[in-house]
């Protein structure tokens, strides 16, 4: 693990309000946990970024130590790890994420 | 993985844990699993599921790709 992929780890996550570290793409996720992800963010309907952990081993690998987080995807609210598909999900029911996102001032998608 | 190995290496990890594990697919390779235990009380979700990915002891991620994970205080 070196330095310089968690730096450039950290800068990718500060440079967006909202970040997810995934396998695949937005239309194209390449795990079931990733699609859940991805659709729970869609339905929230706020605007995010994301990586494609398949694209950089580094960055597949690093961003567990970063996070302290063993798996993929990997949710990031302005700068904060707010956790995988299980925690979205339950946040997501519970109305806990919406919440987060609106204290947080995350702009809403525009359609 | 199997699922009382799975169950063996949380309860090593979180002795008070009560563990509920579902084979979500019956391939022994997809679970589910709720663990509750009062030593959660107080730490933020991402925190408990630190606790039992640290009694998986590396696993999870590893040999052990699909755990869907609750947490939950009694």
């Not at chain 1, 694209?55 to 956790?83: C, H």
Request: a negative charge; aromatic letters at 6%.
């Amino acid at each position: 693990m070196t330095d310089d992929v968690q730096a450039r780890i950290a800068e990718t996550v500060n440079a967006h309000e909202v970040l997810l570290f995934m396998k695949g793409s937005p239309l194209f996720p390449q795990c079931g946990f990733s699609s859940r992800a991805i659709a729970i963010l869609d339905h929230l309907g706020v605007e995010f970024g994301s990586v494609d952990v398949l694209q950089d081993q580094g960055i597949r690998q690093g961003i567990k130590a970063f996070s302290d987080w063993p798996t993929i995807p990997q949710l990031y609210v302005k700068g904060e790890f707010v956790g995988g598909s299980d925690i979205m999900m339950e946040m997501y029911e519970s109305g806990e994420l919406a919440e987060l996102m609106q204290k947080a001032g995350v702009a809403a998608k525009v359609a | 993985m199997a699922a009382d190995e799975i169950v063996a290496l949380i309860r090593d990890g979180i002795p008070d844990a009560e563990i509920e594990i579902t084979d979500l697919a019956g391939d022994g390779d997809h679970y589910a699993a709720k663990v509750i235990s009062e030593s959660f009380r107080g730490l933020p979700r991402v925190r408990q599921h630190q606790r039992v990915y640290e009694a998986l002891g590396g696993r999870m991620g590893g040999v052990l790709h699909a755990l869907q994970l609750t947490t939950a205080t009694p």
